[in-house]
């Protein structure tokens, strides 16, 4: 979240209307403070929000005028596919292993190197004042339902009992 912070403060030079909402526990205590002793330091304190764990975040998400993922690594990156799929505009690092894959080298969101505030902000700029369409953005993130991860593994399943390939 440094790095997402760091990123938004360079967004909110041109964008000052624009807040930040951090959703979800901080590991400790301290590393919350020092979240928040960050937005201070880059006179933003007054835009950034951490509510913590929320019940549900999918109505953030579909609110949000941007979904920011800033991990240092992911598996299959659950948050970005939910705020895709529910037409949000999203941005991510370019972290192993998924979100290059979730959002096709750029097609849906923009990319940025891991750690690399610059970028990340050039990004979050970009898909804010030009997302991609919004219905491809919401066809994209129910390609990883669960019932469309189903339906293809039933194909597959058929697919090789008769005798194909995969």
Not at 84 to 95: H, I, Q, R
Not at 96 to 104: A, K, N, Q, Y
Not at 144 to 156: G, I, K, P, T
Request: hydrophobic share 45%; glycine share 8%.
């Amino acid at each position: 979240f440094p790095c997402l912070i760091r990123a938004f403060a360079r967004v909110r030079q041109h964008r000052p209307e624009l807040r930040l909402v951090i959703l979800g526990e901080a590991k400790t205590p301290a590393s919350r403070e020092a979240l928040v002793a960050l937005a201070r330091d880059l006179e933003i304190a007054d835009a950034v929000d951490l509510p913590g764990a929320v019940p549900q975040a999918i109505p953030y998400m579909a609110r949000a005028g941007l979904f920011a993922l800033s991990s240092r690594w992911e598996g299959l990156p659950g948050a970005l596919i939910e705020a895709l799929a529910c037409g949000t505009p999203v941005v991510s690092t370019d972290c192993p292993s998924g979100p290059d894959e979730v959002l096709e080298s750029g097609r849906y969101g923009g990319l940025a190197p891991v750690g690399d505030a610059a970028a990340l902000a050039a990004v979050m700029v970009e898909n804010l004042d030009r997302p991609p369409d919004r219905a491809s953005r919401i066809a994209r993130g129910r390609r990883f339902s669960v019932a469309r991860a189903l339906a293809d593994y039933v194909a597959l399943v058929d697919t090789l009992s008769r005798g194909g390939s995969a």
